[in-house]
């Protein structure tokens, strides 16, 4: 996997990293809990049994900042491209690159794969992830779904055809 001069080290997660990424979802997306229906806010924070069998369906890709766990990301290959999902980093350690480095990290296994595409579904008051997908290339789609359990989604995908390898 990779590092960094920040001292991030991107691995892929095994089930004894579960608890750490379940925990990790929790505190990255806590205070937007308010936005989010019951539902989806629980599908989202996803708790550590949830985490496993992410696990089972793709790699889920954990980043250790000084050693310690503070960023996740899980993919899934499918039919129509990458699907990432779970993208979350640490209150803290938001600003330290770490989610630039996890989505390198995901393209880089796209890429191996020959996938044409990455996408996945945000909802619109992450405006903060918005602008970090924007910058490495992701574009909204009309594709759905609409909406998670009652809260707004919406899709966004970086086409890989063109990419060229950093």
Known sequence: ???????????????????????????????????????????????????????????TLVALYEGRPAGTASVVLRDTGVY???????PQD???GIGHLLLNEIESFAMARKARRLFLSTTPFLTNAISLYQKFGF????????DLFGTPLFTMEKALTDVRRR
């Open 139 to 146: 574009r909204r789609t009309k594709d759905g779904p609409p």
């Open 1 to 59: 996997m990779s590092s960094t001069a920040i001292h991030v080290t991107i691995q892929r997660a095994n089930g004894a990293d579960a608890k750490a990424i379940a925990t990790i979802l929790f505190k990255a997306f806590t205070e937007f809990e308010p936005l989010y229906t019951k539902e989806a806010f629980a599908v989202t924070v996803a708790g550590e049994q949830s985490v496993l069998a992410r696990m089972r369906e793709g790699p």
């Open 94 to 96: 938001r600003g330290l």
């Open 84 to 90: 990432i999902r779970g993208l979350a980093v640490l």
